[in-house]
Structure formats: structure tokens, C-alpha cells
């Protein structure tokens, strides 16, 4: 089954927890703080795997969840990272995050990996606070949460040529007549559901790699028919090659078919509209194939046009060794042209917090603030204290205060509600 389309969420795992311990040996009553920090969370990673042409493995998964580190112990004994999960995926995969619309990779070569989800760190155990002022802290953290993403993951096929055009157009025959792909075949409309890839190989040893493209009609790019599944996967091509039925065996004017399509591909993306364009007239062995040759050249006299019989297999070596002309001079693009600021992951404008009253309870919000709530033992009066001086270090006193908020209070950070102190 093809699956070129996929929604899930991923969890990465959350850090192991710090440890909480002081060194105690018979002969060494002032033993000092000796607890070890916990271990990595999981990350999520995507691997490319070249082998797999489709996600349809993916398709059965709805939430990936990353395995917690390991908890730091006394002694100062650390937490063990915890494994990876490693996902594969085809070439050619895009992931985009649902909930900012950014796109966070595209993955076109084999092997590439991507971390689209960082496990949490681990929590560090109180060995690591001891300071010249306080040599025997009592207090730990908690491991990190690790990052949690809604994804949407997309496989858009690399291909050097894609073949266009309406249904029943011939585009399955020539690519089995001109690869080793056995594309299924009949005559009627639709009869390619996905796409096939095939391997082009000239005699002069040039190769590249084309694909048939399921069939276009009007309203494709708003979805009718086959629609946006067909013009995603156009968009890595570098050349169109638009393949006519020149012969109009269906009734249908040649010149039409192909104003149709190039309104169908404007519409959904005018760089995709913009690519080199290679216009093959099919089925020239059919009686009326010559005079509409004619008007289609006379109508578009600027456009490269390369007549065609599959079925008698005439022109094919000519259209082949112009296509891989073409691709020779036709630069490598970067489908998104990402870069690093793209992909960083940053809370909004880089606020540490949110406030807004609700029933009379200061709600904050915060990536920042949340983050150090969870990592925070509470049991611990130590780790309360230092919970409260990074709180007025972010400045969440003053802007409470500023918003009129009163001693006694109540201030609410996730489900947990305390009492303010200015």
C-alpha cells in the first residue's frame, strides 16, 4: 500500500532524576554530598532508509514515546542515557510541525538523520550545587521533559523528471517502455493511484530518474480527482516533461488539455510553475495527430515540443537524450532551503512567561517556567527556595506585582496553585 501522507505525535523521554545523597562511611562522619546527576532522555530521531518507498509502517503508529533516563544514584553513580528511538523513513520525507507550520526537515539522502524531538536532560544530582557557600546542599533535580511534538511527515519523491499530464495519456507506457518500472496499465482514467519511478539509462551512460505522476484534471489543485496528491510529489522535479495526447483519441482538443494543467500547477505553486517544461506529443501514429501538431506548435511557438509514438516506439531516443541535456545544465535546488534559524525551536519572541487572571487566580504560563516547575522537588526545602529565587530572577514577582497582585494571593503554574509572597 502507498502511504504518502501521516499525522503522529512524538514524545521524547524525560531525563532521569538527580539524586539526593551524602557519603556515609564509619570513618568518615563529614562525608559531603555524593549524589550522581540521572541519565539522558530519548530522543526521537528519523533515519533515512533508502529500501522503503512508501510510510505505510509509519501510517500504524499515532504516538512514538522516547524511554525515560536512567536516575542518578548515591555514590555519585550517573544515570545511563536512554536508547534512541530510531524511525525510518523513505528518501525524500518532510516533516513539518502541526502546531507552527514550519517545516523542521527535509530528508533526501540516504542515511541523513534528524532529531525531531530532544529527550530531556538528566536532572543533576546535589553534588553538582555544592558551592563554597553551601558545600552540603540538600536538594536535587528532577530530569528534564523531553520534547513533545504534534508532526505531520510527508514523502515527496525524488525524481529528475516527472511526467504530467491529463489521464490515459500515454505516460505509463512510455515509462515502462523506457525503464525497467512495470507500471500498471489499462485504459481507462486514474489507473496510476501512485507514483512509479523508473531508472533512464542512455547509451551514452547518462541515467536519471523519472516519474509517472498520477493524471490531472481541472480543479486538481484544490483537491478534485487526484489533485494536491499528484502536484506534491511534482515539486522536486526539475523538469515537467507534459505529455500530450496529440492524437485526441478522447475527443478532447490537445492545446486544452494542456491550458488546463498549467492552470492547475500556477495555482498551487508558481515556482513549481516555473520549472523547465518539456511538452512530448503522444500518440503521433494516430491520423489526426500531424494537423494538431501543427496548431499546437502555432499556438506555442517558444515551447521545446518533441513528437512521440509509444506505440511504435518513434522519437523516444531523440526526447531522452534532450531531457538529459536539460537536466545537465538545470543547477541542484534545495526544495525548502532551510536554515538553522528556520528549524530552531524557541518559545514566542523569547518571553519566559505569560499572565492572565483567572477566577481570581494569577495563571502563569511558559515554556521556561514550566520547565523548572517540573524539575523541582518539592519535598525538598532547599530545591523550594531555589525554585522561588529563579522565579524573581525571571522577574515574575515584579510583573505580578506590576499587574496588582497581592500578598496572599493565589498564583497558579500548571495544576499547582501557591500562595504570593512579594
Known amino acids: 500500500m502507498f502511504v504518502d501522507e501521516i499525522k503522529i505525535r512524538v514524545e521524547a523521554g524525560n531525563g532521569g532524576d538527580g539524586c539526593t545523597s551524602f557519603r556515609r562511611e564509619k570513618y568518615v562522619p563529614m562525608g559531603g554530598p555524593d549524589g550522581g546527576n540521572g541519565g539522558r532522555g530519548a530522543n526521537i530521531v528519523f533515519q533515512v532508509d533508502e529500501s522503503l518507498k512508501t510510510l505505510v509502517d509509519l501510517s500504524y503508529k499515532k504516538i512514538i514515546k522516547g524511554d525515560k533516563g536512567i536516575n542518578g544514584k548515591g555514590a555519585n553513580k550517573y544515570g545511563a542515557n536512554a536508547s534512541d528511538i530510531i524511525i525510518k523513513v523513505p528518501v525524500g520525507t518532510t516533516i513539518s510541525d502541526l502546531d507552527s507550520n514550519k517545516v523542521l526537515a527535509d530528508l533526501i539522502k540516504n542515511g541523513e538523520e534528524f532529531i525531531v524531538a530532544h529527550g530531556g536532560r538528566g536532572g543533576r544530582g546535589n553534588k553538582a550545587f555544592a558551592t563554597h ?41 512510455l515509462l515502462a517502455l523506457i525503464s525497467a518500472s512495470k507500471p500498471k496499465i489499462a485504459a481507462y482514467h486514474f489507473t496510476t493511484l501512485s507514483p512509479n519511478l523508473g531508472m533512464v539509462r542512455l547509451r551514452d551512460y547518462r541515467a536519471f530518474v ?17 489533485g494536491t496528491t499528484f502536484l506534491k510529489h511534482a515539486e522536486r522535479t526539475k523538469i515537467l516533461a507534459h ?56 499556438k506555442y511557438p517558444d515551447k521545446i515540443i518533441m513528437p512521440i509514438s509509444v506505440a511504435n516506439n518513434t522519437g523516444i531516443d531523440a526526447l531522452l537524450t534532450m531531457l538529459a541535456d536539460l537536466l545537465d545544465k538545470i543547477p541542484p535546488e534545495d526544495l525548502y532551503n532551510l536554515t538553522a534559524e528556520e528549524v530552531k525551536y524557541t518559545f514566542a519572541d523569547n518571553v519566559p512567561f505569560t499572565i492572565h487572571k483567572e477566577d481570581n487566580v494569577w495563571v502563569v504560563e511558559g515554556e521556561q517556567i514550566e520547565k523548572l516547575f517540573k524539575m523541582t522537588r518539592f519535598e525538598e526545602d532547599e530545591a523550594v527556595l531555589r525554585f522561588s529565587r529563579k522565579l524573581k530572577g525571571m522577574g515574575l514577582d515584579d510583573e505580578l506585582e506590576r499587574l496588582g ?8 503554574i500548571l495544576d499547582y496553585i501557591f500562595e504570593f509572597k512579594s
Open 133 to 173: 557557600d553551601n558545600p552540603a546542599p540538600k536538594f536535587s533535580e528532577k530530569g528534564e521533559p523531553g520534547e513533545t511534538k504534534n508532526l505531520k511527515v510527508e514523502l515527496k519523491i525524488l525524481a529528475d523528471v516527472g511526467l504530467i499530464g491529463m489521464p490515459s495519456v500515454g505516460k505509463s507506457s
Open 210 to 226: 523519472m516519474a509517472d505522476l498520477p493524471g490531472l484534471i481541472a480543479g486538481a489543485s484544490e483537491g478534485v480527482g487526484l
Open 243 to 298: 505529455v500530450i495526447d496529440m492524437g485526441a483519441i478522447e475527443g478532447r482538443k490537445p492545446w486544452e488539455d494542456y491550458e488546463i494543467i498549467r492552470e492547475e500547477i500556477s495555482k498551487y505553486d508558481e515556482k513549481l510553475a516555473s520549472k523547465q517544461e518539456v511538452i512530448v506529443a503522444n500518440k503521433m501514429d494516430l491520423p489526426e495527430a500531424s494537423d494538431n501538431l501543427k496548431q499546437f506548435q502555432a
Open 405 to 412: 497582585a497581592k500578598p496572599g494571593d493565589e498564583v497558579q
